[in-house]
């Protein structure tokens, strides 16, 4: 079945986490398409328990709820087709040609302009997802120390970014995107053709203690990407992180 988000959005000064609000919201029974948006977040969460830092004005902080039709094992796809919508809202309204690393880091430059972090929970309603997007629009988005691994919107147009326009080009290709999760064949194949992480790529994967080298080989139909180790074995990857390496440190 094919499922239209509209999008409403409800907007604050500064909150916690937009991730939790929308959490919160969604336990007593927000509808789909539920958007939250904060100028600032004092908590801001990312992906495997990190800090997401989100001062004032600096990034844009969005956590929309969705409640999927489509099976569970294929939820991971919101992810990857989450990513396709932020590629084409910087895109569009940017001119911000971007990378995606597995499974749903934006790049700019080998560098990271966005981040994803989709939570599910269970509501009263049934199963739920928060979908939670951070973009950096400024150099202020994220701490100095990372400034060789992330970037901003306006570093990579040297201009000042225009926050509202990217939230409704982002709205726009989110509910545009969602529609096609029911064809998960689409979701693969686009997210393929952005980026550089499906095919081919010598990287590293690690997730808690486990840590595998090898070369991607395409995604899976439910999103896990596939792995080829030296022995020639195809390992699939469904969580942690995916670095990229040099030739040369692939032992
Ligand atoms: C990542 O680790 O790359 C994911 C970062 C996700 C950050 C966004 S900002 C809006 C939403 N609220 C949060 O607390 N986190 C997500």
Redo the contacts with the bound molecule.
Sequence with gaps: MTTFLKPEVLRFKSLP????ELARRASEGAAEGLAIVAEE?T??????Q?V?S?PKGA?L???ILLRPTIPHNYWPLITLMAALAVGDALHEVAGVQTDIKWPN?LLSGER?IC???AESIDTPQGRAVIL???INLTENAYPPELANVATSVSEATSQPPDCEQILAALLDALSRWYSRLAEPGQIIDAWSNRSSYAIGKLVQVSNGDDVWQGTTSGVEPDGALRLRTSSGEIKLVRAGDVYSVRPSSVK
Excluded: V
């Design positions: 986490s937009t991730n939790t977040q908590a801001g969460r990312g992906r495997l990190r997401w989100s990034g902080y969005l956590s880091d990271k981040g994803i972090l939670g997007i951070g």
